[in-house]
């Protein structure tokens, strides 16, 4: 009975991290450090002088998350009235902790 318990649980383990879907991004097991492109509809042409805003949230082992990581914060944050582009970043480390951050340029 231990071994069939045993196999059990070892089966459960490797279907658990071996079967995958599709993402938008890149997610990795053990640490993920990503930045990707977001659309933000009409983007300023030529701009004169790009400003930077961030904003954050953040998770604790997939139970707790805080913090407001949007387009909005994120331009009131860097004073910015018209968007350049927008970029997301996401960093976790074994899933225990991890970062979302929106990054706007803009004027």
Known sequence: MKKFLALIAILAFVSLFTTSCATSQPIGLL????RLPMATG???ENPTSL???VSVSNSFCGLIATGDSSITAACANGGIKK????DWEASSLFGVYSTYKCVVWGE
């Open 31 to 34: 640490y993920t450090n990503v």
């Open 42 to 44: 009409e983007a300023v």
């Open 51 to 53: 400003k930077l805003g």
């Open 83 to 86: 968007i350049h582009h927008v």
